[in-house]
Structures are given as C-alpha cells and as structure tokens.
C-alpha cells in the first residue's frame, strides 16, 4: 500500500515539524527618514534665502537714474501703438484677374463613352454579371466578340455621352463590390 506523503495536510499543533519558525523583527528606516526630512529642509532654506532675489533690475543699480523732465506720465502697462502693416499683398491680390486659355477641344466631348465590366469565355457567366448590373438598375448588354485568341462575351454598359455620366453608373457597381469596370471611348 502507497501513500501520498507530499499532499498530506499536517493533523494539527501537535504534529511533529510543525514548529513555526518566527519571523524576523521588522526594522525601521530610521536612516532612510533622517535623510528625507534633512533634504526637505535644506530645500526650504534654499527657497528661503532666494525670496528677495528676484526685484527688477533697476531696484538694485546703487546710483539714481537721471530722467528727462516729461509733461505727462505714460502707464507702464500701456501697448506700444500699432506697428504700420508693409506688406500689400491683399491689394494685389484682390485686383488681381486671372485669365485661363482653354483650347475648344477641351470644351467638346471627346465622343461616346462605354464601360466594361467583364469579358468571359462563357454565355452564362456574362448573362450573370448582366443580371447583377440589371438589379443596381443600369442595363448592360453582352457582346459575342471573336479575337486570335478564340471567342470572348464581353459585359458591357452605356454609350454615355459624358465621362461623367460613366463615372457615375462606375460608382454605383463598385457600391456591391464589382470594382473591374473600366471606361473606354465607344467602338462599334
């Protein structure tokens, strides 16, 4: 038969080890208490002894200061008066007409505008892309286009008139997270 020696719980006073050992008396920082106040009051005499050092410095000149006669006392705590301002910038500026050259091409569209959003492999998936577009409420329309690299169903939106007006419908796809459209100038 085993027994478990190391989780035994000691029965009581009377038990054999149980002496207790007493704990070593608690020392007093005696020296640690003398050093705080002694710090403590040098820095009060130190605080004292520089009470009167700060008066202005004509307080403590020896000889008298020879003052010119004047008809009315200032108020010493009176502002200098208001420098003059030298800059004229605001003048300027304000006369100032700016005058921009905008080209006429700049002013006309550069034609229709498409956006495409995705070319597939399959029919379905792009007839699928188109349905999503349908519920954001734009239509889009599939075109069958054949390259060198085989046959392609391209999703595509607009014509548009204005970039803008693409940019717009581009705006409110990305809103449900189809971020690949992209905006092109229409080709038949």
């Given at each position: 038969m085993s027994r478990d020696y190391a989780n035994r719980k000691p029965r009581g006073p009377a038990s054999r080890?149980?002496?207790k050992k007493s704990a070593p008396p608690a020392r007093k920082p005696w020296l640690l208490i003398a050093i705080v106040?002694?710090?403590v009051a040098a820095f009060g005499y130190f605080l004292w002894s520089i009470k009167g050092s700060a008066e202005a410095p004509e307080a403590k000149q020896t000889e008298p200061k020879i003052q010119a006669a004047s008809p009315a006392k200032k108020d010493p705590n009176a502002l200098p008066p208001m420098p003059k301002e030298e800059w004229t910038y605001l003048e300027e500026l304000e006369k100032k007409q700016v005058e921009v050259d905008?080209?006429?091409d700049a002013m006309k569209s550069?034609?229709?505008y498409q956006m495409q959003c995705g070319s597939f492999r399959k029919q379905e998936q792009a007839e699928e892309m188109k349905a999503v577009i349908a519920f954001q409420?734009?239509?889009a329309q599939v075109r069958r286009v054949?390259?060198?690299s085989g046959v392609w169903f391209k999703v595509v939106l607009g014509p548009f008139e204005r970039k803008r007006d693409g940019e717009k419908a581009k705006h409110k796809l990305q809103s449900i997270g189809m971020n690949g459209c992209r905006i092109w100038l229409?080709?038949?």
């Open positions: 080890g149980s002496r106040v002694a710090a905008v080209p006429d550069a034609g229709p409420g734009l239509e054949e390259g060198s229409w080709q038949n």
